[in-house]
């Protein structure tokens, strides 16, 4: 039976790059095949990601009315929570099977990112729980610094400089988010998931899933496989801008949530993505001799908001 592979990351916490190589090889060659893996050894501790998941709940326990407060559908910069449905990740099916909570780094209406107008930078929407915010902030930091880790290694793998993706973070867009997937029994139709089969848009994703289980990955032989909960681990993929990025080098790798029958579940992805204003386009190393690149370049920012609009109906609007 397939199943994802795992890595023991510890190695990327040394200073020098030299030491990375080894870790790097095995990521490289993971996200080759598959285009996801396990992550162990991390240095994000049991108790973050305890306080994390507690977060979590607290919001989805709130009152409809509390959340509806911070509706994801009434802000500019698509900040905040989004009800069962909202997001809809496979053409052709119901909305997906899951409440949402979405966040990047917070900025105020007079910061000069917010300024230009962008949906992607600007202030969050935060709930009303006394010390939410000061922890949900302090999250977010330390999940970035754990992507940018994974992006460092794979820029040894690709023979670029370690920084190569990391200098590209002086304005991250990347997102944290807060999943809640109620039980499968509370379908509005028995084709309704948790989230229909879908690649990520953007750079690399690291997922932090309770004990339920659900999630099931397009394996090599296109076969859909659970991405069985590991203890003390992330999931980690990379997304369509990434395969752009490394000419496809890299899979970005469907996937999909199928809801538990009477349980709920809850997960906590941080989308790893660079400033709005890169421009992606296949590494010099990935383009074999004498072949062209297979995709035209893009710039960041605007890819991943044509995602969204494909996804979201009020991002469309």
């Not at 074999?288 to 995709?295: I, K, L, V, W």
Request: proline share 7%; charged share 20%.
């Amino acid at each position: 039976m397939e199943g994802l592979p795992l890595v023991d990351i510890g190695a990327l916490a040394a200073a020098d790059p030299a030491e990375w190589a080894g870790v790097a090889q095995e990521i490289d060659l993971a996200l080759r095949q598959w285009g996801f893996l396990y992550i162990v050894n991390h240095g994000v501790s049991e108790a973050q990601m305890a306080e994390a998941f507690g977060l979590a709940k607290a919001l989805f326990a709130l009152p409809l009315e509390r959340k509806q407060a911070i509706d994801i559908r009434a802000s500019r910069w698509h900040h905040g929570w989004g009800g069962i449905g909202v997001e809809q990740l496979e053409d052709g099916m119901p909305g997906d099977l899951k409440e949402s909570f979405d966040m990047g780094r917070h900025l105020g209406l007079d910061h000069p990112l917010t300024q230009r107008g962008l949906m992607v930078y600007g202030p969050n929407q935060y709930p009303d729980i006394p010390g939410w915010r000061e922890a949900v902030d302090a999250h977010y930091e330390v999940m970035l610094n754990l992507g940018l880790r994974m992006l460092g290694a794979v820029a040894v793998a690709l023979d670029l400089p370690p920084d190569f993706f990391s200098s590209r973070f002086k304005n991250t867009v990347s997102v944290l988010r807060f999943l809640h997937y109620p039980p499968a029994d509370e379908r509005s139709s028995e084709d309704q998931l948790g989230a229909g089969a879908h690649s990520d848009y953007g750079c690399m994703t690291l997922l932090a899933q309770d004990a339920i289980g659900g999630l099931q990955v397009l394996s090599p032989s296109d076969e859909w496989i659970s991405a069985t909960p590991v203890p003390g681990s992330f999931v980690v993929n990379i997304g369509d801008m990434m395969a752009l990025w490394t000419n496809d080098r890299y899979r970005a790798t469907k996937h999909r949530v199928l809801n538990a029958e009477t349980s709920d579940r809850y997960s906590i992805p941080f989308f790893v993505e660079p400033d709005y204003d890169t421009p992606v386009e296949a590494i010099p190393s990935c383009v074999p001799a004498g072949e062209a690149p297979r995709y035209q370049p893009v710039m960041s920012g605007e890819y991943l908001m044509s995602r969204f609009a494909a996804t979201y109906a009020h991002v469309n609007a």
